[in-house]
């Protein structure tokens, strides 16, 4: 049998099981005028991506004629948490845009857009934590109803430590739990078909056996991720619960 492991976090705020993902919405097909568009909310977390391109790239010499450009940008609305977002680019806006950028990037078929760029503008108008990982969910399914080549897809998610305690799609007052060895929170992606790790971010300690056990527990929930946007992206303008 095994060991049973001590935690200060016995149960989730929400009221949910330590495997249990958010609530989870998507809808393919939000802002007409753009390429490709995309929803994707998990619990009160949303976040909307919109995609232009391929399309000539400016400045001329930045062209590559050997394979496109991805480029992703990130911003969280003013009012999408309580205390008001300061307009414009942060430190923190900057790194999720290159490590939504890379992530992306690993599936994405940039040699198939030489001397073109593909801009993804992801959007949050509400954030209670994974909001990166909600983001690249959302720009996987416009850059794909965007008809951007890409080998696969991708979905993403937050693990965490609570204290001991391993839990998927961490939230806000989660990632707040201050308790014992206090919270870690691990936003993964994951390849839909090579199974591949896309992304993996870690502020915190754990041991490895602790991080291989999240990695499966990620990849678990990144597979229910992956039916909701396949879904989704059959049906655009429909909103696909989960
Ligand atoms: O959102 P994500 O978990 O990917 O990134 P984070 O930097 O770990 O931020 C966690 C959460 O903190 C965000 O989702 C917001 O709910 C909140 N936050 C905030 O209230 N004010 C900020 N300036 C940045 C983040």
Known sequence: ??????????????????DELRPIKAKVGVIPSADGSAMYQSGKTRA????RGPRTLHPKHMENPQRGVLRVTYQMMAFSVWDRIKPGTSRRSQ????????AL??????????NSVVDVIIQIPQAD????????????MALAQAGVPMKEMISAIAVGKMDKTLVVDVNKEEEDFEEGEGPTDVPIAITSKSNEIALLQLDGKMSIPELKEL????KVACKKIN?????ALKEPGKEITG
Do not use: C, H
């Open 227 to 231: 039916d909701i946007q396949t879904k």
């Open 1 to 18: 049998m095994a060991k049973k492991i001590e935690s200060a976090y016995k149960k989730r705020v929400d009221g949910r099981a330590f």
């Open 215 to 218: 990695i499966k527990m990620a």
């Open 129 to 140: 934590a994974g909001t990166r990982v909600a983001g690249i969910n959302a720009a996987v």
């Open 95 to 102: 790194e999720i845009g290159k490590v939504s950028e890379w």
């Open 105 to 114: 990037g690993e599936i994405v078929d940039l040699d198939a857009f030489p």
């Open 48 to 51: 909307i991506a919109v995609v």
